[in-house]
């Protein structure tokens, strides 16, 4: 195997290793603002909406998890150049992540926006 490839495949496992981290960071933060959302907020299409993004991000999470045990499998067995395909994959990967992540944020504005309109007497 090329040094090139291995070097590439680090640098995606590297990538990928933040991205898992995120995912995690995000889901303790889902679980925080689904307490506020059920002490707080208490609206279903927030619940709803919180539900639908705890699923994406577990879904993704699994994603990740199975991609790295490829991407280890690809370092320890294969041979050749770091081609097209794998690139084109762990471009796929990205895209997937930055969907999440969309999502995520497009949650925590909705929250906010609506948290906003509670005052504290």
């Known amino acids: 195997m090329s040094a090139n490839k ?14 898992q981290n995120k995912l995690e960071e995000n889901h303790q933060e889902l679980d ?3 307490r506020i959302q059920k002490q707080i907020i208490q609206e279903s299409e927030i619940a709803n909406k919180i539900q639908k993004v705890r699923r994406e991000n577990t879904l993704s999470f699994a994603s990740f998890c199975k991609y790295e045990q490829e991407l280890l499998k690809e370092m320890e ?4 150049n770091y081609d097209l395909t794998i690139a084109k994959n762990h471009e796929k990967k990205r895209a997937e992540f930055i969907s999440v992540e ?7 504005l909705k929250f906010y926006k609506r948290l906003s309109n509670y005052s504290i007497r």
């Open 102 to 108: 969309k999502s995520f944020y497009e949650l925590k």
């Open 6 to 19: 291995v070097l590439c495949l680090k640098k995606d496992l590297i990538e990928l290793q933040h991205w």
């Open 77 to 80: 067995y294969a041979h050749g």
């Open 32 to 34: 925080a603002i689904n």
